[in-house]
C-alpha cells in the first residue's frame, strides 16, 4: 500500500534503511505497511514540515518522551498525539504511570537513551519496556506521519501499526 500524504515520495521503509536511525531500523523488520520519505532535515520541526510537503496537522504526530519519577526511581515513556493536540502529561499521564512527578525527558537525555536525533524520535525502536502511550486518536488513524529517529526523513503508518506495538497502550491522551 502506498501512502499519498503529502507531496512527498513514499518508499516502503525496509527497502530504505538508510534514512532510519539505527534502532528504528531494527525495529522496522517484523512491521507491514510501513513507508519513510526523504526531506529536508531544516524542516523536521512539524510545523515547518507540514507547511512545505502539505501535510495536514491532522496526519502528523508527535512522539513526546517524558521522565516519571517516584520514590527515586525515573522511568521514561512515549507518548503519541496528533500535532493537533497537545499530551495531557500532568494529569492522564502522570496517573497511568503512576508517578508522584512527571516531566518532558531533558533532550540530552532522550537522545542518549534512544540513540536517535531530536526531533525525529519516535516509538519505532525504543528501548525494551518502555510504554508507548497512544493517544486515541492516533491509534484510529487510517495515515499518520511520525519521526524515523533522524531529522532527514519522517515516516508514514497507520495508527494500527502504533497501537500494534508490544508496548503500546491506547489511552486518551490529548487535552
Known amino acids: 500500500m502506498a501512502m499519498t500524504i503529502g507531496t512527498l515520495d513514499w518508499?516502503?521503509?525496509?527497502?530504505?534503511l538508510d534514512l532510519l536511525a539505527d534502532p528504528v531500523a531494527q525495529a522496522i523488520g517484523d512491521l507491514e505497511g510501513v513507508e519513510v520519505a526523504e526531506i529536508d532535515p531544516a524542516l523536521a520541526d512539524?510545523?515547518?514540515?507540514?507547511?512545505?510537503y502539505g501535510v495536514d496537522m491532522a496526519e502528523s504526530a508527535n512522539c513526546v518522551i517524558v521522565a516519571a519519577k517516584r520514590g527515586g526511581e525515573v522511568r521514561y515513556a512515549a507518548c503519541m498525539v496528533l500535532a493537533t493536540a497537545r499530551a495531557d502529561v500532568n494529569g492522564v499521564v502522570r496517573r497511568h504511570l503512576d508517578a508522584?512527578?512527571?516531566?518532558?525527558?531533558p533532550q540530552e537525555d532522550a537522545v542518549r537513551l534512544t540513540g536517535m536525533e531530536y526531533g525525529g524520535i519516535t516509538p519505532l525502536?525504543?528501548?525494551?519496556?518502555?510504554?508507548?502511550?497512544?493517544?486515541?486518536?492516533v491509534a484510529?488513524?487510517?495515515?499518520?506521519?511520525?519521526?524515523?529517529?533522524?531529522?532527514?526523513?519522517?515516516?508514514a503508518?497507520?495508527?494500527?501499526?502504533?497501537?500494534?506495538?508490544?508496548?503500546a497502550e491506547v489511552l486518551r491522551?490529548?487535552?
Open 11 to 16: 518508499a516502503n521503509a525496509g527497502d530504505r
Open 46 to 52: 512539524t510545523a515547518a514540515f507540514c507547511e512545505r
Open 100 to 105: 508522584r512527578k512527571i516531566s518532558f525527558a
Open 125 to 137: 525502536g525504543l528501548p525494551e519496556g518502555w510504554p508507548v502511550l497512544v493517544d486515541e486518536a
Open 140 to 155: 484510529n488513524h487510517p495515515g499518520v506521519v511520525i519521526g524515523s529517529g533522524v531529522r532527514h526523513s519522517k515516516l
Open 157 to 167: 503508518l497507520s495508527g494500527a501499526v502504533l497501537a500494534g506495538l508490544k508496548t
Open 173 to 175: 491522551l490529548a487535552l
